[in-house]
């Protein structure tokens, strides 16, 4: 197998060099809310006063209280949820990764300026190691990533840098070409992606198509084992759930074992989480004005949209993994990359909670995969509507004061939005990759290999 083309280093440096001085503005943005006079638990006074009307709120500053991160109690293992759904004892909201690397940025800090600090410096390693992993398979794209509205916004605004970081190197890794064979490129990016889940839970997801890929032996089927009887390599795709599962399991267990009411309580928070106005999603802006005034837990609209979303979720998930295999069947190879990212699309669409951060999730997507730049700018567009509207929004409705054009522009953010999903859940199905070997397909019609049947 040819192994793919690489951007040259000269384009790689500079693309990671520019994504540190785009971290280190995205640092100062937020920086604005934190600083002297602190109260009595460390908050900076001035960050309810401008956290909104500024747009510098992040939820690492506003987590310092609530988590015991500020009392730098260890996560999980003595935490729990009450009947309110308050979380206690040190257990936060996200994967035992994220808390992880949450209390590991509290230690030394006794303020949510020290925590903001410490927490940009661990999450800028996985920025630069993104920006440097998406230029060597891309080039000049990866500018998207390294100096785009997203990173100046959402760089530093909750703990998305290492989960992006961790998606992205399987990928570098399954595009490594004949330097390992597809089984080993595939189980190493296996375990990264859950690595991922352990992170923020979407990567996951990608294993199944990563699975797929290593069924057909992919590239145009030519990375067969000696060993693969027929067509197919049901070892290898079994190799990639259970490098998978068994990483997922190795680093949740400990947390399980030794806490497991903390642990559980972290998946419960997110389940029990209500779509609000909080959550910037379709089930709030749309679905709920089909019911009465009750949004809370246990009305109408909360068990509607705790049913439906999850399953439309996998509905969207089985319609781009088989939509992927038609064209396996049609070209030959099966493009893990271009499901997976249309796989994400269905998640950001469906989900109840769609927070302003998660676009970061989708950029490396738009870097490495083929599609229009005019509508990756309109995403970008709507994302800025959204990404500046909603806090302007809540620093309208904070103060009394007439919040109809700050509604009217969160509006266009969410369902701007969530109409380029759609579309872009489409086309990533029909693209090519930028990076030839990234995804099992090139642009180049020798490639494309049409299987039998």
């Not at 600083?35 to 747009?55: T, Y």
């Not at 199944?208 to 795709?237: I, K, N, Q």
């Not at 990359?337 to 302003?356: E, I, N, T, Y």
């Not at 994302?383 to 009217?408: M, N, P, Q, W």
Request: proline residues 5%; aromatic residues 12%.
């Amino acid at each position: 197998m040819r192994t793919p083309a690489r951007a040259s280093t000269t384009t790689t440096v500079a693309v990671t060099l520019l994504c540190g001085l785009t971290l280190a503005l995205a640092y100062l943005n937020k920086a604005r809310c934190a600083g002297e006079p602190f109260d009595a638990l460390g908050r900076s006074l001035i960050f309810d006063r401008i956290k909104d009307s500024s747009v510098c709120y992040s939820d690492i500053q506003f987590l310092w209280i609530g988590r015991d991160i500020d009392h730098h109690v260890f996560p999980y293992l003595s935490g729990g949820i009450t009947d309110s759904g308050a979380l206690t004892g040190g257990t936060v909201e996200y994967p035992v990764l994220s808390g992880l690397l949450m209390w590991l940025s509290a230690v030394g800090a006794h303020t949510d300026a020290a925590f903001l600090l410490h927490s940009a410096l661990i999450l800028t390693p996985f920025g630069l190691a993104t920006a440097w992993m998406l230029g060597r398979l891309a080039g000049w794209p990866a500018l998207l990533w390294s100096v785009g509205p997203p990173l100046v916004l959402y760089a530093f605004h909750n703990w998305e840098l290492p989960v992006v970081a961790a998606a992205t190197a399987a990928v570098f890794v399954v595009a490594a070409g004949d330097r390992m064979s597809l089984r080993t490129r595939a189980v190493l990016a296996a375990v990264l992606l859950g690595i991922g889940f352990c992170l923020k839970i979407y990567p996951g997801a990608f294993v199944l198509p990563l699975m797929a890929y290593v069924f057909t032996g992919g590239a145009g089927g030519r990375e067969l084992p000696a060993t693969a009887r027929g067509r197919y390599d049901p070892v290898g795709a079994l190799a990639v759930a259970g490098a998978a599962t068994a990483t997922v399991v190795a680093i949740n267990l400990p947390f399980a074992a030794l806490g497991w009411r903390g642990w559980v309580a972290s998946f419960a928070f997110q389940s029990d989480r209500q779509a609000d106005i909080t959550t910037n999603s379709v089930w709030y802006w749309g679905v709920r004005h089909w019911f009465g005034p009750d949004e809370g837990p246990g009305s109408d609209y909360a068990r509607v949209v705790a049913a439906a979303s999850p399953l439309l979720i996998v509905v969207a998930f089985a319609l781009a993994v088989w939509i992927g295999w038609r064209r396996y069947r049609r070209d030959g190879s099966y493009p893990w990359l271009a499901v997976s990212a249309a796989m994400l699309c269905g998640f950001l669409l469906l989900h109840k909670v769609h927070s302003p951060q998660y676009t970061l999730w989708l950029i490396p997507f738009f870097v490495l995969l083929r599609v229009p730049w005019t509508l990756v700018g309109a995403y970008l567009v709507a994302d800025l509507c959204l990404g500046i509207g909603v806090f302007r929004y809540f620093a309208a409705l904070g103060s009394g004061a007439d919040a109809s054009t700050e509604e009217a522009i969160v509006l266009a953010g969410v369902w701007g939005r969530a109409a380029l999903l759609v579309v872009f859940f489409v086309l990533f199905l029909r693209s090519r990759p930028r990076a030839a070997g990234a995804d099992g397909c090139s642009d180049g019609a020798a490639d494309r290999v049409p299987r039998p049947g």
